[in-house]
């Protein structure tokens, strides 16, 4: 490269080379050519042999020599990167063509540092050769400063920031290892407007085999939610409503985990925030529907 790339793309990977591959090729077919990918290897299976078949300067990969976590692979991400731009996107995630484009694009035409597209969540399920999608639902969300402190409803590949706001509130909290992009975006916004481009340019995939959210992990998703809470009680602390709803969501959340019914409390719970918003989800919190309880 002749001058510094406007994006960096940073990609965690721990042992799913195939998932990975269809990552990094999403990355590769971006309209805007101006961007490096780099790859944070945490310290899983070898993936030389993958980087040099793809045969693309713009990959830049590197190895942990110990498993760190993701939250640690995207700051080691970010040190490395040298882009204007930062984004992320998960290893078994993808980007559509524009995603790059429409994203700085926005940013590079107006005020704003912090921009996030909608994107589709697809369903797959396994049909015992290989994970094939069913559906896929839309994403979409205005951004609330106030409903950022209940949940996060910004998928973490949805979005771009300049590098420089990392300067100003910091990379991601290594002391998490669940839920650090959500931590990560509530410092943003207590800082910086986050935009909403209300097209679809990315893909995240959930999956009901445990691949992405095993059952052994949905209390330490529980313990993370309840540190958020408790770090950030004071940007709630004079509005009750805020207090209540993340009381609920924190008792919903636990019994949901210790019985073991996460995913479909998960798509259900979704569908509702789409259909009634915040203020909805709290009326029917009031009613002592059987979802969260």
């Not at 004071?234 to 949901?256: C, D, F, M, V």
């Amino acid at each position: 490269m002749n001058s510094a790339p406007r994006v960096s793309v940073i990609i965690p990977t721990f042992n799913r080379s195939g998932m990975l591959e269809e990552a990094i090729k999403s990355v590769l077919a971006q309209t805007m050519p101006d961007f490096e990918v780099i790859v944070v290897n945490d310290c899983g299976g070898d993936l030389r042999e993958l980087i040099s078949r793809l045969d693309d300067k713009r990959i830049k990969y590197l190895r942990n020599e110990a498993n760190q976590g993701p939250t640690a692979c995207r700051n080691i991400g970010i040190r490395e990167s040298i882009g204007k731009y930062i984004a992320y996107l998960d290893d078994d995630d993808i980007f559509y063509p524009e995603h790059l484009q429409t994203l700085v694009g926005f940013l590079e035409s107006g005020k704003y540092k912090v921009a996030y597209a909608d994107s589709y969540r697809a369903l797959q399920v396994f049909d015992g050769q290989k994970f094939k999608i069913k559906r896929r639902d839309i994403v979409s969300f205005e951004f609330d400063p106030e409903r950022i402190l209940i949940d996060n409803a910004i998928p973490i590949q949805s979005v771009v920031h300049e590098k420089s706001v990392l300067d100003k509130v910091g990379s991601f909290d290594k002391s998490f290892r669940y839920l650090e992009d959500w931590e990560l975006w509530i410092r943003i916004s207590r800082e910086y407007e986050f935009a909403h481009v209300k097209e679809v340019t990315s893909e995240f995939r959930w999956r009901l085999d445990g691949s992405n959210r095993t059952s052994s992990k949905q209390m330490e998703y529980v313990k993370a939610r309840e540190r958020i809470y408790e770090k950030y009680k004071s940007y709630a602390g004079e509005k009750p409503e805020i207090l209540q709803l993340q009381k609920k969501t924190l008792n919903s959340e636990r019994k949901q985990a210790e019985t073991g019914n996460w995913a479909k409390k998960e798509r259900i719970k979704l569908m509702i925030i789409r259909l009634v918003g915040l203020k909805g989800l709290d009326l029917l919190y009031r009613m002592k529907l059987k979802l969260f309880n």
